[in-house]
């Protein structure tokens, strides 16, 4: 498994999650990664993108201002703060790695994929 997405869970609305993947291979190099998410009965959908160079960012609409997306290329690590979490948010969150330096919001652009962690949140 290239990607291996954690720290998933459980919280109220209003709470806080932090999700981090950890990719193994380095995919990422020189890649821009992002966040998707699949809530049940509905599609997958983009959440956040970044660039290689951790430069520009991109949001979903129905996340900006509430989930910050940042990487630290040192560890091949992306992140993802979760912050004044809503019932809506909940799906499961998977990282993937795109084929080229900047973010898009496109799933095809993205070639590797991680398992995916549950988001759950409770009103």
């Known amino acids: 498994v290239q990607l291996q997405a954690s720290g998933g869970g459980l919280v109220q609305a209003g709470a806080s999650l932090r999700l981090s993947c950890a990719d193994s291979r380095r995919t990422s190099s020189n890649n821009a990664m992002g966040w998707f998410r699949q809530a049940p009965g509905k599609e997958r959908e983009f959440v956040a993108g970044?660039?290689?160079?951790?430069?520009?960012?991109d949001y979903a609409d129905s996340v900006k201002g509430r989930f910050t997306i940042s990487r630290d290329n040192t560890k091949s690590t992306l992140y993802l703060q979760m912050n004044s979490l809503k019932p809506e948010d909940t799906a499961v969150y998977y990282c993937a790695t795109s084929m080229t330096s900047y973010q898009s919001r496109l799933r095809n652009t993205y070639r590797y994929w991680g398992q995916g962690t549950q988001v759950t949140v409770s009103s």
């Open positions: 970044i660039s290689w160079r951790g430069d520009s960012t």
